[in-house]
């Protein structure tokens, strides 16, 4: 079973324009959340986290919201450039052991981010 | 460069060869990982190390799958008798292993199986 659910699998925005991007989970035990971002033949690049002892984690353009009762996390570009172009992955992991374990991926959501 | 470097970025085999992997992770980072994605999937946990202890391995793991970290640095990941269904990319990931943590890959070994 998919724990880790990216249920849109493609969004196309405008450049300067928000981009909102989703990830819902199944496993109540997950209390560490990250987004990558890749790019054809190359490995995931690290983009943004949050831990579950937060709502909101900011970083320059990208944005992640936690909520925890829904078990929902989004990651807002804002504003959108032509280079976040890629396909982002959710991912999340439950910190049992005072280190990141395992990390349970959604499948992908490929972002395009037209001029 | 002081990223997670894989080797080689490519590799195509015929069924039934066996393969290895290298991977060097960041310098102070403990914890080593190993994932597989096949296409439209995201990736796949296959195992961990903790320094050169293997502490986790997935149900993905067949017995032709072997992970090694022998000093607490590299790692390899061979497969032996190599089938088709073999075919992906293999991702490296390290971390520090302490805290809130991150994991930081690298570029991957795509391999093709014949």
């Known amino acids: 079973d998919q724990q880790v659910k990216q249920n849109s699998p493609s969004l196309s925005v405008q450049e300067g324009r928000i981009s909102i991007l989703n990830c819902d989970y199944t496993n109540s035990m997950f209390d560490y959340f990250l987004w990558y971002k890749k790019y054809p033949a190359e490995g995931p690049t690290f983009l943004i986290s949050?831990?579950?002892?937060?709502d909101k984690n900011e970083d320059g353009r990208f944005t992640v919201f936690l909520n925890k009762s829904a078990k929902h996390l989004s990651l807002h570009i804002v504003p959108s450039q032509p280079g976040d172009s890629a396909v982002y992955f959710c991912?999340?992991?439950?910190?049992?052991?005072?280190?990141?374990?395992?990390?349970?991926f959604g499948k992908g959501m490929k972002l395009t981010v037209n001029p | 460069d002081t990223g997670v470097s894989q080797n080689p970025r490519h590799k195509i085999t015929k069924r039934g060869q066996n393969v290895t992997f290298r991977c060097d992770p960041i310098?102070?980072?403990?914890?080593l990982y190993w994932y597989r994605q096949t296409l439209g999937q995201g990736p796949e946990f296959l195992t961990y190390?903790?320094?050169?202890?293997?502490?986790?391995k997935s149900r993905l793991l067949s017995d032709r799958f072997s992970a090694e970290r022998p000093k607490g640095s590299f790692s390899t990941l061979e497969i032996q008798r190599t089938e088709q269904g073999d075919s992906a990319m293999y991702l490296c990931a390290s971390s520090q292993g302490s805290g809130t943590d991150t994991q930081y890959f690298g570029p991957g070994t795509r391999l093709t199986v014949l």
């Open positions: 949050i831990s579950s002892i937060k």
């Open positions: 190390f903790q320094n050169e202890a293997q502490l986790e």
């Open positions: 991912a999340a992991s439950a910190d049992t052991q005072g280190g990141s374990e395992k990390l349970v």
């Open positions: 310098s102070e980072h403990n914890r």
